[in-house]
């Protein structure tokens, strides 16, 4: 049964980095597609990108001038990277995967809360 | 990109009775790529359909997906207490991957 757990800082600065790693167990994340999904409080769903196990990435074009999604294969880690945060970027960020690049997302994990905040 | 419309935005019902559930894309999606999660407070979204009308591992068969196009419909049929949450559909025929605003279905 494979499971995702995320990791992240808890609370950024803003205009700094935000930092989010996504832990695959019972599985290899050397396959398969694996994604970031964020949730703003009390609001929708919204894609972030997803890296391929080739290692090839798809981002939101709203937000590809500031993201980075990238894999340890080793680790059996994805991390995700977005720079620049503002208050906007306060959000709930999950890990999924899909097991095709034109897939529904199978497997999420728990989420991760990251409030951008001075 | 795709937008997906979801309504209603409330759903008042009571257990037992059927939830009907719309969402509209902007445009065709590609092979029917479409979705339907529920999501409960606190909880990451669960997938319940995919292909526009099948089930994911362990939904029961009666919640229920159908449609095309850009028009497509989750049904759930006697409602059991533990329904009641947000439903959101998503596409994934291209990118970027978007999903609707959501619909809510609580006890009335």
């Known amino acids: 049964q494979v499971q995702l757990q995320e990791s992240g800082p808890g609370l950024v600065k803003p205009s700094e980095t935000l930092s989010i790693t996504c832990s695959v167990s019972g599985g290899s994340s050397s396959t398969l597609y694996w994604s970031w999904i964020r949730q703003p409080p009390g609001k929708g769903l919204e894609w972030i990108g997803y890296?391929?196990?080739?290692?090839?990435?798809n981002y939101n074009p709203s937000l590809t001038s500031r993201v980075t999604i990238s894999q340890d294969t080793s680790t059996n880690q994805f991390s995700l990277r977005l720079n620049s945060v503002t208050t906007a970027d306060t959000a709930v960020y999950y890990c999924?995967?899909?097991?095709?690049?034109?897939?529904?997302?199978?497997?999420w994990g728990q989420g991760t809360m990251v409030t951008v905040s001075s | 990109e795709i937008v997906l419309t979801q309504s209603p935005g409330t759903l008042s019902l009571s257990p037992g009775e059927t939830a009907t559930l719309s969402c509209r894309a902007s445009q065709s999606v590609w092979k029917n790529s479409l979705a339907w999660y529920q999501q409960k407070p606190g909880q990451a979204p669960r997938l319940l359909i995919y292909d526009a009308s099948s089930r994911a591992t362990g939904i029961p068969d009666r919640v229920r997906g159908s449609g095309s196009g850009t028009d497509f419909t989750l049904t759930i049929s006697r409602l059991q207490p533990e329904d009641f949450a947000v439903f959101y559909c998503?596409?994934?025929?291209?990118?970027?991957?978007?999903f609707g605003q959501g619909t809510k279905v609580e006890i009335k």
């Open positions: 998503q596409q994934y025929g291209e990118s970027p991957r978007t």
């Open positions: 890296i391929s196990f080739s290692g090839s990435t």
């Open positions: 999924a995967r899909g097991v095709a690049r034109y897939s529904a997302f199978d497997i």
